[in-house]
């Protein structure tokens, strides 16, 4: 285990608590190498993966509570469950959850069973710099959810 994930670890038991099984999840910010909105014209796409990226630490709850924390908002814990419908937020605050909200109500709309879970978010892509930081919150989300069942 690299230091940058061990501090992740370290800044998760800070945030959750220690204890339990930790998974970490890695989703690389992209770059389009042709060009932006080719891949729904039919046009030709070379997207690459790129080091920066959103790391994200999480661990399984029983009482299907998903808690989020980043980075980037030190301090703040945003709830939501899975144990009723998964409201959108309209707060400037947490906006940015979303992304994980969406994500969570796309699979259980799909029928895949979900609990709970602590997460807490890193990331080092530039927010709206055109690097896919919201793909990845998505696609983050998703990993860890179907890793916890």
């Known amino acids: 285990m690299g230091d940058a994930t061990a501090d992740l ?9 220690a204890g339990g099984r930790v998974h970490v999840v890695r989703a690389p910010g992209r770059v389009n190498l042709i060009g932006e909105h080719t891949d729904y014209n039919e046009g030709f796409v070379l997207p690459m993966a ?3 990226e959103i790391r994200f630490v999480c661990r399984a709850r029983e009482d ?10 030190a301090g703040r814990v945003f709830e939501f469950s899975v144990n ?11 906006k940015w959850t979303n992304y ?3 994500m969570v109500a796309e699979l259980e709309a799909a029928g895949i069973p979900l609990g709970g879970m602590d997460c807490l978010i890193a990331n080092t892509l530039p927010v ?3 690097l896919s ?5 998505l696609i983050g989300t998703e990993r860890c959810m179907l890793a916890l069942r």
Do not use: W, Y
């Not at 670890?9 to 608590?17: K, S």
């Not at 009723?84 to 400037?92: H, P, V």
């Not at 930081?133 to 919150?137: G, K, N, P, T, W």
């Open 9 to 17: 670890r370290q800044q998760f038991d800070r945030v959750f608590g």
């Open 50 to 52: 790129i080091e920066p």
């Open 64 to 73: 299907g509570v998903v808690r989020l924390a980043s980075t980037a908002f």
């Open 84 to 94: 009723g419908k998964i409201a959108r937020t309209t707060s400037d605050d947490d």
């Open 100 to 102: 994980p909200r969406g």
């Open 128 to 130: 709206g710099g055109g």
């Open 133 to 137: 930081s919201s793909a990845d919150l």
